[in-house]
């Protein structure tokens, strides 16, 4: 009996060591650790576990209001097999989203706001996708006698006649050239009886100005996709000061180690294949006789 009881004391004294799980790491954070620029590697399970887990795409409503996602998420989904959970705001709330960890890859297109979040850590990869034109946009009588100006003549024509101008007023990539477009000419219209803010979409801002007969700072995609809906017309377009260029941006995975970044720099590099590319620049051709957007790689912007 003494021998037992000196057995089962030693025992206790020298317990088996701990189960490891030294392979079920996140490739993310091993990642975050390097600080390596590269695709995680993967453990052998987590191919599956990220396919299971949906892209969450933040992005600007333009790309949504003028149909380009309904095309190429599907085709993404297909090539891929990862599902993407679009969110369509302004540019800005895409930013935030992306600043906040809650979403994996940013479609936007607010330069100034991008470098920021990236400047900040935000984001690790930010690669040019496209880009159109913003244009003025008004009703045929052009009441501001604003038509053909260059775009900061146009704008003051429209203040000192205190004709309509219908504004997003959101953080959006639009609203911002807006209000930089303003500031250029030192003017402020907030708060003016003649100048509304929507507080809405491009598609919902749009039709807004036509309802009200105003003018309107518009994409080019979001404005040929609704023509048919609207009395308004082209005012200002085709400038160098009215460039809209998309980017998209990847959330940095050694900040949000929950960030799904695999499918997100899958997306990348979706969006700038040969193949997708050619899918932008063709989009819209048949429907509006001209494309809603040109490749990142022509660099002309003088379309």
Known sequence: MPLVILTIILAACHPSPPKTNKGVASPFLVQAEKGSHSPPTSHPDSASRQKNAPLILATTTSVQDCGLLDLLVPLFEAQSGYLVKTVAV?????????????????????????????????????????????????????????????ILEALQA???????????????????????????????????????????????SLIIASEKRGYLLADQATFLSYQDKL????????????????????????????????????????????????HIGEFGVQKYGKPLFFPAADLGFGE
């Open 158 to 204: 429209i203040a000192n006649t205190q004709a309509y101008f219908i504004s997003r007023g959101d953080d959006s990539g639009t609203y911002q050239v807006e209000m930089s477009l303003w500031k250029t000419i030192g003017y402020n219209p907030q708060g003016q009886s003649w100048y509304i803010e929507t507080g809405q979409g491009m598609g919902a």
């Open 231 to 278: 009395n308004l017309e082209p005012i200002v377009e085709g400038t160098q000061a009215l460039q809209n260029i998309y980017h998209v941006i990847t959330v940095n995975p050694q900040v949000f180690p929950r960030a799904n970044y695999e499918a997100a720099l899958a997306f990348v590099q979706f969006l700038t294949a040969p193949e997708t590319q050619k």
């Open 90 to 150: 302004g540019s800005g709330q895409a930013l935030q989203m992306g600043a906040d960890g809650n979403a994996d890859v940013l479609l936007v297109h607010d330069p100034t706001a991008e470098l920021q979040f990236m400047a900040e850590g935000y984001g690790k990869d930010r690669v040019p996708v496209m880009h159109n034109n913003f244009l003025l946009v008004g009703p045929p009588e052009d009441p501001a006698q604003a038509k053909a100006k260059p």
